[in-house]
């Protein structure tokens, strides 16, 4: 049980160590996650749809 205890314990230490970041921060990170996400997705989607057509193509 005194494990358990003192784990606990020294979760809080390190949490209370942590640097949170201000909502800036958060938001500016959060709208560069979301525009790389977007160009990838479009690009991916772009480049899936290629294929597909000339997969179909080349079938036929």
Known sequence: MNKIVNFFREVKAEMQKVTWP????????TAVVLM???????????????????LKLILR
């Open 36 to 54: 790389t996400m977007l160009i990838l997705s479009t690009f991916v989607g772009i480049t899936d749809f290629i294929l597909a057509n000339s």
């Open 22 to 29: 201000t909502r800036e921060e958060l938001m500016g990170s």
